[in-house]
């Protein structure tokens, strides 16, 4: 049974620049949220994919958006890269249905210059 | 917003010790779970455990909803589980998919041999 698998790995870009991660749910699973970790917090809620539309939003700028496929795959955009979007991006999914358990892939450390 | 406060900040601990992490949350929650995120970020799920005591082999959880804490137990400690322990809890039920997690700030772990 494969689980949350998130590509890259790593990625370094420079400042203005646009960015794309990808993240392939757990099987089974039809529901994606992308949290954003700094250094030394806890994830921060972006935003969650269902039925292939934005469900919920946290308290993040436009400059962040997404997207969610058929199979359930999503992708996290970040475009006009600022230093501050320097974190590990991590996704998780889900089954649809209130407030059941959620499960995390290995992140992606993205590196703003 | 709800607030998630865990406790203590950090940990060392020898190899062999028991240790118990405290996570306070300020309002009621529909959700709670306990997450090891190792070395290299990965989150790993511990428990799902909104009310109640859960066990998994040397590692137990209680959540005493009604007054809004939730305790980590780690029994016969191992290098192994050094790392970042984080407590994240769901507030509101969003029923169109669902719903995020907030975070706390985590409890560093370190087990020394």
């Known amino acids: 049974d494969a689980g949350v698998t998130q590509s890259p790995t790593h990625l370094i870009k420079t400042r203005g620049q646009q960015v794309t991660l990808r993240c392939s749910p757990k099987s089974g699973h039809d529901t994606v949220s992308w949290y954003q970790q700094a250094l030394g917090q806890g994830p921060q809620f972006i935003f969650q994919y269902y039925e292939e539309e934005e469900r919920q939003r946290g308290n993040f700028p436009d400059r962040f958006s997404g997207h969610q496929y058929p199979n359930y795959s999503s992708e996290l955009n970040v475009n006009a890269l600022l230093l501050g979007d320097s974190a590990l991006y991590l996704c998780?999914?889900?089954?649809?249905?209130?407030?059941?358990?959620?499960?995390f892939g290995p992140g992606t450390r993205l590196t703003v210059l | 917003g709800i607030q998630v406060e865990q406790s203590p900040p950090d940990l060392i601990l020898q190899e062999g010790a028991n240790s118990t992490l405290r996570c306070n949350f300020s309002d009621s929650v529909n959700n709670l779970q306990w997450f090891h995120q190792n070395p290299w970020g990965q989150l790993i799920n511990l428990f799902y455990i909104p009310s109640g005591t859960k066990q998994n082999g040397r590692l137990s959880a209680t959540t005493v909803a009604t007054e809004r804490y939730s305790l980590l137990y780690i029994s016969s400690s191992q290098t192994t589980d050094s790392g970042v322990y984080f407590c994240a809890v769901v507030r509101t039920i969003y029923t169109g998919a669902n719903s995020k997690l907030t975070f706390g700030k985590g409890i560093t772990l370190s087990v020394r041999p």
């Open positions: 998780a999914s889900s089954l649809a249905g209130g407030a059941l358990e959620q499960f």
